[in-house]
């Protein structure tokens, strides 16, 4: 390879040219039949087939380019997708064509290998967008659940060693920009325009092709583990336990003790493990939303700017402060959250293990029954998230108890900056 480049001439993909892909191979998102609705084709080794704005992998093409750039991938590779196939079968559900369902995933994305192997064998380059897998986690708190007596081992679902066999979906965003922007009640074009101006203007296609009706954001991607029968998740008389989880990398990875974040996931699983021990399902949904989709520079600033202000960490002042630094409390705006729960095939949750209001509203709002909302233990909140947790409370997060007293918030205090 003398150039890390496709060719030596630069093509601007701003405008279509003639015989275009997208009209060749227009996507008709929502078709009940993928060959009509037609594949998307983000890949970038042949310009010509390209009926979708962005590229594969979200952020994560970005380093596609680094590898390419340091010589160590030749930017023609296309994937050899042999046994790459999922291990478990999910859908197609009947929600995966209701129009306006699913906006921000394909639904087939896990399946494309098998139905356009047509496509791919006449050389078009089709990639997944979903994989799933099989696994097992091991995490110390289900390991003290299990000695505590409240799990134990079934040698099927949890096993002696505290091991937890899983099926796990990877999921890489697919906007319908329609859809999109329909959920955030904005027009179509302003929603265009104002992913292309918050981008620098990364995306020029955004405006300048209306042809392109889907876009790959360059954006995390969404975990699914399942415990028990994948296949249970379509079926109405299955039990289904449920925690969808924002990424807090501080929390869930490294165990930082100043939210709830990992207590009310490791809480998750434990239920999930359970409800699929007596014949139901657990789903985890994890989305890659880091510090309330603000990012973690963002929240490290929010801590500082919380733990210094006058009087200490305050429940009181809790939301306050964030929009302070960030101009916003929370940018998770749960509009498109509930169609993973779709995708699954889920019309009800019989335990959705979350506190979140927006979560709550999200899944109802989009058609699935909730019957009961599970708070996270008091049991569960480590010493210096008794700040988040209380104004969480306070702001009308949901409790078995009943919203916290408002006057009491004054009491609640986090530690300070001297005595990390
Ligand atoms: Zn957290």
Same mark, same amino acid.
């Given at each position: 390879?003398?150039?890390? #480049? ?46 979708? *704005? ?41 929600? %995966?064509? &209701? ?6 995933? $394909?639904?087939?994305?896990? =399946?494309?290998?098998?139905?356009? !192997? ?5 050389? *078009?380059?089709?990639?997944?967008? *979903? ?31 505290? $091991? +937890? ?9 697919? %906007?319908?920009?329609?859809?999109? !922007? ?19 203007? @990364? ?5 300048? /092709?209306? $042809? ?9 991607? +969404?975990?699914?583990?399942? @415990? ?41 699983? &434990?239920?999930?493990? /359970? ?8 789903? *985890? ?30 429940? !009181? ?19 498109? =959250? ?18 979140? #209001? @927006? ?28 700040? &988040? ?11 078995? &108890?009943?919203?916290? $007293? ?15």
């Amino acid at each position: 390879m003398n150039s890390p #480049n496709r060719s030596t001439h630069i093509r601007l993909t701003s405008h279509p040219e003639p015989n275009t892909a997208t009209a060749r191979r227009p996507v008709a998102w929502a078709a009940g039949d993928p060959k009509a609705r037609g594949p998307i084709v983000g890949s970038v080794t042949n310009p010509a087939d390209r009926n979708v *704005i962005g590229a594969h992998g979200g952020s994560y093409a970005l380093y596609r380019a680094l590898a390419i750039s340091a010589r160590a991938l030749n930017p023609l590779t296309r994937p050899d997708l042999h046994n790459t196939h999922p291990t478990a079968t999910i859908g197609p559900h009947p929600q %995966w064509s &209701e129009p306006g369902k699913i906006v921000s995933l $394909d639904p087939w994305g896990h =399946m494309v290998g098998e139905i356009y !192997a047509e496509e791919i064998a006449s050389g *078009i380059d089709i990639r997944p967008t *979903i994989a799933i897998t099989k696994a097992r986690l091991n995490m110390p708190e289900i390991l003290g659940a299990m000695s505590a007596k409240r799990l134990k081992a079934d040698g099927v679902v949890l096993h002696e060693t505290g $091991d +937890i066999s899983v099926t796990k979906v990877a999921i890489d965003p697919v %906007w319908y920009l329609p859809g999109v !922007a329909a959920r955030f009640g904005t027009s179509e074009g302003e929603l265009r325009r104002t992913l292309f101006e918050q981008t620098g203007g @990364m995306f020029p296609e955004l405006v300048t /092709r209306p $042809d392109m009706n889907v876009f790959l954001p360059p954006i995390g991607n +969404i975990t699914v583990y399942i @415990m028990g029968d994948v296949t249970g998740l379509g079926d109405p008389k299955r039990r289904i336990a449920c925690r969808v989880h924002d990424e807090c990398n501080g929390s869930d990875v490294f165990g930082s003790d100043i939210c709830t974040c990992r207590p009310y996931l490791v809480h998750g699983i &434990e239920e999930s493990v /359970r409800e699929a021990q007596n014949g139901g399902v657990g789903v *985890i949904a994890y989305n890659r939303k880091e510090g309330r989709a603000l990012g973690e520079v963002t929240k490290f600033l929010v801590y500082n700017a919380r733990k210094r202000q006058e009087g200490g960490d305050s429940a !009181a002042t809790y939301f306050e402060r964030t929009e302070c630094v960030a101009g916003v409390q929370d940018a998770r705006f749960q509009q498109l =959250m509930p169609d993973v729960l779709h995708w699954l095939g889920i019309r009800r949750i019989d335990r959705l293990m979350s506190m979140s #209001n @927006m979560k709550y509203d999200a899944i109802v709002g989009s058609g699935i029954e909730v019957v009961e909302r599970v708070p996270i233990p008091p049991g569960l909140v480590p010493p210096d998230a008794q700040v &988040e947790i209380e104004a969480k409370k306070a702001a009308g997060y949901y409790t078995s &108890e009943g919203p916290s $007293d408002a006057s009491d918030l004054d009491q609640v205090k986090g530690r300070d900056l001297e005595r990390f």
